[in-house]
């Protein structure tokens, strides 16, 4: 591997976001734009209006996050007996049941995450704002770790659906998907998408 | 250019060089992996591809669950949450769990299949460059990874009140899993896009 001190952007350079050609970067003229003669995708420098495009969703999600976590997800009718959970009472029952890993696994997947992308997502885009030259291996690491966990959220609206498939059995046993499993699956689309739309080489791009 | 590469997450310019088997290359200043050496990367993925589509015929067509309360039985295939969730009207989480569990694994494989097939025996196929770009947008929404942590779950949460029995569907699903990962693994993206660049 032979370094150069040199970025793609230095180079007057723009890597395809698809099949990461390299091609020259011209100044497209107003409303035109360059695509990559190999795979025919449109060219960005960066991902466009990564910023502005991440915060939104960043936002999205939190407001988002509070139905998600206030509303029901489920509602079991057994005997008559009608019970509605949340996302945190469903890990409080797995805990009070004695099932340790199962509520370890639905708190980190369900709560936990969803926080922590937020949060990173966050930290990423101020430090970036601010022109931060601070731990740039480090931030981009934390970036990929946000962009690996995501998709483990969506565990809990699997359980769901699982869930509702099998306990059908009339007045024995009943179980309905909550409003609360729309705002959850919102939560974690949104949230993969803000992973998306974040560039992380604007890390680096205040390097001198 | 097509010896150079920038990487992805930092855009530091590299000089691409042929690795040793097996050999990874990675970005110095980020960490980033660049691109791997893979052993008959092509062949390895459309063995991968074809098996997966077997398993996932499988996974589809055989009961996946039954539950069993005393006298009343339970039974379920893979799309029967997805249609139960779509009666509660609840469309939405019906939709993204059809797309996710189902859906894009499921275009994910055809699109291999379409790609790889022609380039096996030397053909060109329509839309190459398309088809293979939406495959590699395809790929981060497939997550039966996920599906099956949620069966898990679903299995404690279920076993102290009634009897569960896994079907040969979920086995099926199982495997699928792995050899999605082994698909993911052995693909090395870059020899299609220069197959491709080629013959245009």
């Known amino acids: 591997m032979n370094k150069s001190s040199l970025t793609a952007l230095n180079a007057s350079l723009v890597s395809c976001h698809s099949c990461h050609l390299l091609c020259k970067a011209t100044s497209a003229s107003k409303g035109a734009y360059a695509v990559c003669p190999r795979c025919g995708t449109r060219l960005h420098v960066r991902k466009p209006n990564s910023i502005a495009r991440t915060w939104a969703l960043v936002i999205a999600a939190i407001i988002v996050y509070i139905p998600a976590n206030v509303l029901p997800i489920t509602h079991v009718i057994s005997f008559g007996k009608a019970q509605s959970d949340t996302i945190m009472s469903g890990v409080i029952y797995f805990v009070k049941s004695g099932s340790w890993p199962i509520a370890l696994v639905i708190f980190v997947a369900s709560v936990f995450v969803p926080l922590l992308k937020l949060f990173l997502l966050t930290f990423l885009l101020i430090s970036v704002q601010r022109k931060s030259k601070w731990r740039r291996k480090d931030r981009t690491r934390l970036y990929r770790i946000t962009e690996a966990v995501g998709r483990w959220s969506m565990v809990d609206i699997y359980v769901v659906t699982i869930l509702v498939a099998l306990v059908k059995l009339g007045s024995l046993a009943t179980m309905r998907a909550g409003p609360g499993a729309i705002f959850f699956a919102g939560v974690v689309i949104i949230t993969i998408f803000a992973a998306m739309s974040f560039d992380p080489r604007l890390i680096w791009d205040t390097q001198e | 250019m097509e010896s150079l590469i920038a990487c992805h997450e930092c855009d530091l310019l590299y000089q691409r060089r042929s690795l040793p088997p097996g050999g990874t290359a990675r970005c110095v200043r980020c960490g980033a992996v660049l691109y791997r050496h893979k052993r008959n990367s092509l062949d390895r993925v459309l063995a ?49 769990v059809l797309l996710t569990s189902i859906l894009m694994p499921l275009l994910e494989l055809i699109g291999m299949l379409y790609i790889l097939l022609p380039l096996k025996f030397n053909l060109r196929p329509w839309k190459l460059s398309f088809i293979f770009r939406l495959v590699r947008g395809f790929r981060p929404w497939g997550m039966m990874e996920v599906f099956m942590l949620g069966i898990l779950v679903a299995f404690v949460k279920l076993a102290k009140m009634a009897t569960l029995i896994p079907g040969i569907a979920l086995y099926a699903f199982l495997t699928l899993i792995f050899v999605l990962a082994a698909s993911a693994a052995s693909l090395d993206p870059h020899i299609v896009w220069s197959r491709l660049d080629k013959r245009s």
Do not use: C, D, H, K
């Open chain 2, 48 to 96: 991968l591809t074809i098996a997966g589509l077997i398993l996932f015929m499988v996974a589809n067509i055989y009961p996946f669950l039954t539950f069993r309360l005393e006298a009343q039985v339970q039974e379920t295939t893979l799309i029967s949450g997805v249609l139960e969730l779509y009666a509660q009207g609840m469309w939405i989480v019906a939709g993204v």
